[in-house]
């Protein structure tokens, strides 16, 4: 079965420093990958996802995440956090084939510092 | 395009009483997923439904919730009678036909409270 770890359950950074927050996979194939984030209050919205290809990935918002097979990892990374950032973000693995799912992981809560 | 649509966007009971939910996926999805998300948690997927049918519901509490598709459009999701762990965001979403979670749309929820 396909799962997800966010190890860190908050983290506090000031504005203007970088972000990495951390993800790990445990899925038999090849996974498709999302970071979302989720402020109070709101829905889900999708910042990047990985299917295949450079596994380096652009999103939304000046957020990337690389897909690293051999630790199983997709880290979400963004070089200088701006208050906005503030929320909640959540890692998924999806299953591909018939049946396919979301799988969640338990998010990680940013606050930014002024 | 409109998105998923949801209500009621809150909704507040007392235990014991029973809840229900309203989803109206994109036009043209045959996909449809119910989530909940207790409060500090991911998502939890409850019950996935592919047209009118069944595809997964696994982690559906079968003892208290249902959900049906009725048409394979617009989707109900009951909860009977309701415990205090109910308390949480029940989030649908939707695919296109043909293809997976690569192109997953996400509705805004409705956050119950069971007191």
């Known amino acids: 079965a396909q799962s997800v770890t966010q190890p860190d359950i908050h983290i506090t950074v000031s504005e203007g420093a970088s972000l990495e927050l951390r993800c790990n996979y445990s899925y038999g194939a090849t996974p498709y990958l999302f970071w979302y984030v989720q402020s109070p209050g709101q829905g889900l919205q999708l910042l990047l996802k990985?299917?295949?290809?450079?596994?380096l990935v652009q999103g939304i918002k000046g957020f990337e995440a690389e897909f690293k097979r051999s630790q199983s990892s997709f880290n979400l990374r963004k070089p200088s956090v701006h208050w906005s950032d503030a929320a909640e973000y959540f890692c998924a693995v999806g299953a591909s084939g018939s049946a396919r799912q979301l799988t969640f992981g338990s998010g990680t809560q940013l606050t930014v510092l002024p | 395009e409109a998105g998923v649509a949801q209500s009621p966007r809150y909704k507040i009971i007392e235990k014991r009483q029973s809840v229900a939910f309203w989803c109206n996926p994109i036009s043209g999805h045959a996909t449809l997923y119910w989530y909940q998300q207790i409060l500090g948690q991911g998502p939890k997927l409850l019950i996935q439904f592919q047209n009118n049918g069944v595809v997964d519901d696994s982690q559906l509490p079968k003892d208290r919730f249902s959900a049906e598709r009725l048409k394979g459009v617009d989707s109900t999701l009951k909860i009977q009678p309701a415990k205090l762990e109910d308390s949480a965001v029940y989030l649908c979403a939707s695919t296109p036909t043909g293809t997976g979670v690569e192109k997953l749309f996400f509705g805004s929820g409705t956050q119950l409270s069971v007191l």
């Open positions: 990985y299917f295949s290809g450079d596994t």
